[in-house]
């Protein structure tokens, strides 16, 4: 079945530095991938739209020019926390939209980043 | 008031029984409604999808939603040990932007 790879699936940052997160589809190819965060004990909250080609739709409340998010091709996005704070720490999760008309799985989850900042 | 609302248990149940969670929406947009179980520091398995209302059947799970009620529930039949998760409910207009709840944790005991 079509997979979602996310890389790293842990990083640890100093404050004040930028991360780099990686969302790819390995069988299928997603013009539009999605970018949640999850702090503990709480769901997921989508943070943007990616599309692929262009630029990507932020939710409210979410710092464009912090969270900086790139689709350059069908297989890729990228999520770049930049000027990390404490507060940026939480479980980053991308999904991505497979093949619409098939039964069970059509949207595809990664398994998820965890960035500590300290 | 929350777009979706979702108990967030512990739900404690002994092994073999069956097993209901639920959520309740309040936008009568939402077209796609999607279960998905979450283990700990790992991302979301989707394991159920219905669109509009009526009953979906996969093995021991059974996903119904009553659009009527705005009420979406989930049943687990001969509950297992390893079906100890939170498990999410989540759900779109258009099958773009999911809107999830909190999620509710079962653990399902020996």
């Known amino acids: 079945g079509a997979v979602v790879s996310q890389h790293p699936s842990w990083v640890i940052c100093k404050s004040g530095t930028s991360v780099k997160i990686e969302c790819r589809s390995l069988?299928?190819?997603?013009?539009?991938m999605f970018w949640y965060r999850q702090f503990p004990k709480q769901s997921l909250m989508l943070m943007a739209t990616s599309n692929e080609g262009s630029k990507a739709t932020y939710e409210q409340g979410v710092e464009k020019d912090k969270f900086l998010i790139n689709h350059a091709s069908l297989t890729l996005s990228t999520l770049t926390v930049t000027s990390a704070h404490p507060e940026d720490s939480s479980f980053y999760i991308c999904s991505a939209n497979g093949d619409i008309t098939s039964s069970g799985n059509t949207i595809y989850f990664g398994e998820g980043s965890w960035l500590t900042v300290v | 008031q929350k777009e979706v609302e979702q108990d967030p248990g512990p739900l404690s149940v002994p092994e073999g029984a069956i097993v209901s969670l639920n959520c309740t929406y309040s936008n009568s947009a939402f077209q796609y409604f999607m279960w998905y179980r979450q283990y700990s520091r790992k991302g979301p398995e989707l394991l159920m999808y219905t669109y509009s209302s009526g009953n979906k059947e996969d093995g021991r799970f059974t996903a119904q939603v009553d659009k009527s009620s705005k009420y979406i529930s989930l049943f687990i039949r001969d509950s297992q040990p390893s079906d100890s998760a939170t498990y999410l409910c989540a759900m779109s207009v258009g099958f773009q932007k999911l809107v999830f709840g909190t999620g509710t944790r079962l653990l399902v005991s020996p």
């Open positions: 069988d299928f190819q997603a013009t539009t």
